[in-house]
């Protein structure tokens, strides 16, 4: 589908995603999506709208992942230590 989307989840990004990594992810697929590289002024919302959705359901999707071999994210955030 889209070639530029990169796949956000260890191992193949080691680190874990950035909000800046899954937006530009999200903006990607929705001009993939819709055909617009831009939209125009009276698409801009809707335009903006999937953006910011498809964003959070990337988010919550990655830190729902479980990847074998890897700790669960949501376990190892429990038993992170106060302040991290």
Request: proline residues 8%; aromatic residues 4%.
């Amino acid at each position: 589908m889209c070639r530029s989307i990169k796949t956000l989840r260890p191992p193949v990004l080691p680190e874990e995603a950035t909000e800046e990594d899954i937006r530009a992810a999200a903006l990607q697929y929705v001009r993939k999506v819709s055909g617009f590289r831009a939209p125009a002024a009276h698409n801009r919302e809707v335009f903006d709208r999937a953006v910011e959705a498809i964003a959070e359901a990337t988010a919550e999707l990655l830190e729902d992942l479980e990847v074998r071999g890897a700790p669960a994210r949501r376990a190892a955030n429990r038993a992170a230590p106060p302040g991290r």
